[in-house]
C-alpha cells in the first residue's frame, strides 16, 4: 500500500471514529433532553417547587433573600434535587471540578433558562456570582463565557418559532 493511500485510509478511519463518537455524545444528550429536572415532577419537589417558585423569582438571583430563601429549600427537597441531578455542582462530592462537559453544558442551558422566568435577571451576573459560589476558575466562566451567545441566539430562535406558530393558529 503507498503511503498516500494509508495516510488516506487512516485519515477516513480517525474520521468515522469520531463521528461515531459524536453520535454518542448525541444520544447522551438526548438521554439528558429527556430526563432533565424530571424529579421536579414529583414528590418530595413538587410540593417545594409548587410553593416556592413564586417566592424565588419575587427576589433579585443571589441576594440575601434569594439565599434564605435556597437555604430554607436545602434541608429537603432541594437536596433531594441535587442528589438525582447530575447537572448541579452540589450533585457532586467535589463540585464543579466533579462534573463532565455534558453536565458543564446542562448547567449552562439551565442556568440561561432560568433567568428568562425573572424580570431582574442577568445572565452575565448570573455567571458572576456563581463563579464566587461554586468557585469557577477563569478558563471555564471563559468558556461558559463563550457559549452563552450560541444559548441565547437559540432561544431567540425558539421564541420567534413559538410567536409565529402562535399567531398563525389564533
Not at 1 to 17: D, G
Not at 137 to 149: A, C, D, F, H, M
Request: proline share 3%; with cysteine.
Amino acid at each position: 500500500m503507498t503511503n498516500e493511500l494509508n495516510a488516506f485510509r487512516k485519515t477516513v478511519e480517525h474520521i468515522a471514529l469520531v463521528q461515531r463518537l459524536l453520535m454518542s455524545a448525541q444520544i447522551e444528550f438526548a438521554r439528558r433532553i429527556v430526563t432533565h429536572d424530571q424529579s421536579k415532577l414529583h414528590s418530595p419537589e413538587w410540593e417545594m417547587y409548587r410553593e416556592m417558585t413564586h417566592k424565588l423569582a419575587s427576589v433579585p438571583y443571589g441576594s440575601v433573600e434569594y439565599e434564605a430563601l435556597r437555604q430554607e429549600m436545602l434541608d429537603g427537597a432541594l437536596k433531594h434535587h441535587f442528589e438525582h441531578n447530575r447537572h448541579h455542582p452540589e450533585h457532586h462530592e467535589n463540585g464543579i471540578n466533579g462534573m463532565n462537559l455534558f453536565d458543564v453544558l446542562e448547567m449552562v442551558i439551565d442556568w440561561v433558562a432560568a433567568t428568562k422566568y425573572r424580570a431582574d435577571s442577568d445572565i452575565s451576573k448570573s455567571i458572576e456570582i456563581n463563579r464566587e459560589r461554586f468557585g469557577i476558575s477563569p478558563q471555564l466562566e471563559e468558556i461558559i463565557r463563550n457559549t452563552v451567545p450560541w444559548i441565547e441566539d437559540e432561544f431567540s430562535s425558539i421564541k420567534t418559532q413559538a410567536d409565529i406558530t402562535r399567531n398563525h393558529c389564533q
